[in-house]
């Protein structure tokens, strides 16, 4: 099955400095990416999503990126807010209805 | 209100008490799901059902099963829970891959600790 690896596990950054967090998935089959936000105690909700057949998707402070060719994206947060703080997840699914699911990172940003 | 709901929010049970996780969704989703999460491991997925009598294993089905004789329906039970099913449940459910609509919606967990 598919395996992705998430990475950093915990991120620390100054308020309105930037934050990256890096995935990278084994089946090329895998179509579609998205990124899941948890606030402490809350459910997981979408942030963003990218399918395979683009590159780049932006959404205010957050892009995400994809690269196929080496199955690696990222998350991008500018401008970074104590709001942004919690645990990110990102996602790859081949079928649609499997999710594979990163290990988290922690984000913290400090005000 | 558009929204997963699950039941019990939180349950301590013994080893091989069989118990049931409901969950139920008000927006005629087709496809719904099963996590549980655990620390440094993430989401993993159990269970996920594509529309009503229709269900496939996830990653980690082994002590779990499901039923979907509903639509809005998608209960999980563990008929002999052990301690290593002590976790947090989510479940969640989308407008399902044939309307080309992925998003997961999730209810709030359920904490289950078994002794």
């Known amino acids: 099955g598919e395996n992705v690896e998430q990475h950093p596990s915990t991120l620390s950054v100054q308020e309105g400095d930037s934050a990256v967090i890096k995935c990278t998935y084994s089946d090329s089959a895998s179509n579609y990416f998205p990124w899941y936000k948890q606030e402490l105690g809350k459910r997981p909700q979408l942030i963003i999503d990218?399918?395979?057949?683009?590159g780049e998707k932006k959404d205010q402070r957050i892009a995400v990126t994809l690269n196929k060719t080496a199955k690696h994206f990222s998350l991008h947060i500018t401008e970074t807010q104590p709001e942004d703080s919690a645990v990110y997840f990102c996602?790859?699914?081949?079928?649609?209805?499997?999710?594979?699911f990163g290990t988290g990172t922690s984000l913290t940003v400090i005000p | 209100e558009a929204q997963v709901t699950q039941n019990p929010r939180y349950l301590i049970t013994v080893t091989g008490k069989k118990l049931t996780v409901t969950c139920s969704q008000n927006m005629n989703h087709e496809y719904m799901s099963w996590y549980r999460q655990d620390p440094g491991l993430g989401l993993r997925q159990i269970y996920y059902?594509?529309?009503?009598?229709?269900?496939d294993k996830g990653d980690v089905p082994e002590g779990y099963k499901v039923s979907r004789k509903e639509k809005r329906n998608f209960p999980l039970i563990l008929e002999s829970p052990s301690p290593n099913q002590t976790s947090l449940y989510f479940c969640a459910s989308s407008l399902g891959r044939s309307s080309g609509a992925n998003v997961l919606t999730f209810g709030a967990g359920s904490r289950l600790t078994v002794l």
């Open positions: 990218i399918r395979s057949n683009v």
């Open positions: 996602a790859a699914s081949p079928t649609g209805n499997q999710f594979y």
């Open positions: 059902s594509m529309n009503v009598e229709v269900t």
